[in-house]
């Protein structure tokens, strides 16, 4: 039974450019929830989607967006990057809203 | 911005030593759960304690929940050099599956 996976797994992008990040769930999962981790710090929650929506957002700028797609994976996309856009992007999966969160390994985005 | 946070920041022991941590929260809660990362790298769940549970034990893991206090303590006992990690509270409040998560306590354990 495959965890929660995350492509790709490094990234290098500059600022002012745009990136998507993607996510498949746990077999079996329907929530997914993206977190932000910059360095040295806990992670901090953006957005969760749920059949298909945004069901709770974080105090991330709209440059922040995300889809859900009705295999249940999802994509983060973040426009206009920032320096300090760079940060472990984190992936969670959950069976809905209220269970335990399995996270998956993590894209690393550099912002030059 | 982060619920509470970790103490200590960093911990370095002996291995075979009992290593504890310590989380502080600042709202009530639903319940509160420990996470450890290896080299920031993805989170793997440790154990989840209910606002209506007081201790809870997973193998050599001993959580404490007061909500009194609103602070949680996690205890690894006989710690290994396979525990060094860094671990994170999160606590889950309100509606919804939001985590939101402490600073993180670096543990290194040596052999």
């Known amino acids: 039974d495959a965890g929660v996976t995350q492509s790709p797994t490094h990234l290098i992008k500059t600022r002012g450019q745009q990136v998507t990040l993607r996510c498949s769930p746990k077999s079996g999962h329907d929530t997914v929830s993206w977190y932000q981790q910059a360095l040295g710090q806990g992670p901090q929650f953006i957005f969760q989607?749920?059949?298909?929506?945004?069901?709770q957002r974080g105090n991330f700028p709209d440059r922040f967006s995300g889809h859900q797609f009705p295999n249940y994976s999802s994509e983060l996309n973040v426009n206009a990057l920032l320096l300090g856009d760079s940060a472990l992007y984190l992936c969670a999966s959950s069976l809905d809203l209220y269970n335990e969160q399995f996270f998956g390994p993590g894209t690393r985005l550099t912002v030059l | 911005s982060q619920q509470g946070e970790e103490d200590p920041q960093a911990l370095s022991i002996q291995e075979g030593e009992n290593a504890t941590m310590n989380c502080s929260y600042k709202t009530s809660i639903n319940n509160l759960q420990w996470y450890r990362q290896n080299s920031g790298r993805g989170l793997v769940h440790l154990i989840l304690i209910r606002s209506n549970e007081r201790e809870k034990h997973s193998g050599r893991l001993r959580v404490t929940l007061d909500t009194s206090k609103k602070s949680s303590s996690l205890l690894i006992t006989a710690s290994r050099a396979a525990d060094t990690a860094s671990y994170f509270c999160?606590?889950?409040?309100?509606?919804?599956?939001?985590?939101?998560f402490g600073t993180g306590t670096q543990l290194k354990v040596e052999l």
């Open positions: 999160a606590t889950l409040t309100g509606g919804g599956n939001k985590l939101t």
């Open positions: 989607y749920y059949e298909e929506e945004e069901r």
